[in-house]
Nanobody
Framework: QVQLVESGGGLVQPGGSLKLSCVVS????????MGWFRQAPGKEREFVAD????????NYADSKKGRFTISRDNAKNTVYLQMNSLKPEDTAVYYC???????????????WGQGTQVTVSS
């Protein structure tokens, strides 16, 4: 059983930063590609970023490029999402997910965390 546990969400002012973490257990972490997604109220879950098993390849949704950075530490079984210059429209529940290979498609991720709330507001 693969478990993913996110942390690091919270309330931040516009222009601020947050770093999300996701710890994975139950599977060899380095065998998993990882992704971050988000879902705002009334909207579909959307792709944010993904990272290859080794961490050598990353991919971002266009609107996140330059503001968000995905990274991983295979020794700590952890994937991160550094978010800078946050905007109110970044408010959402953020989920990490695991897949055999990098992909932007929600349906291709086999395992999901419970999500962590990020609220950007003054």
């Amino acid at each position: 059983q693969v478990q993913l546990v996110e942390s690091g969400g919270g309330l931040v002012q516009p222009g601020g930063s947050l770093k999300l973490s996701c710890v994975v257990s139950g599977r060899i972490f380095s065998s998993l590609a990882m992704g971050w997604f988000r879902q705002a109220p009334g909207k579909e879950r959307e792709f944010v970023a993904d990272i290859s098993r080794s961490g050598g390849l990353t991919n971002y949704a266009d609107s996140k490029k330059g503001r968000f950075t995905i990274s991983r530490d295979n020794a700590k079984n952890t994937v991160y999402l550094q978010m800078n210059s946050l905007k109110p429209e970044d408010t959402a529940v953020y989920y990490c997910a695991a897949s055999p290979a990098v992909t932007t498609r929600v349906v291709e991720y086999d395992f999901w965390g419970q999500g962590t709330q990020v609220t950007v507001s003054s």
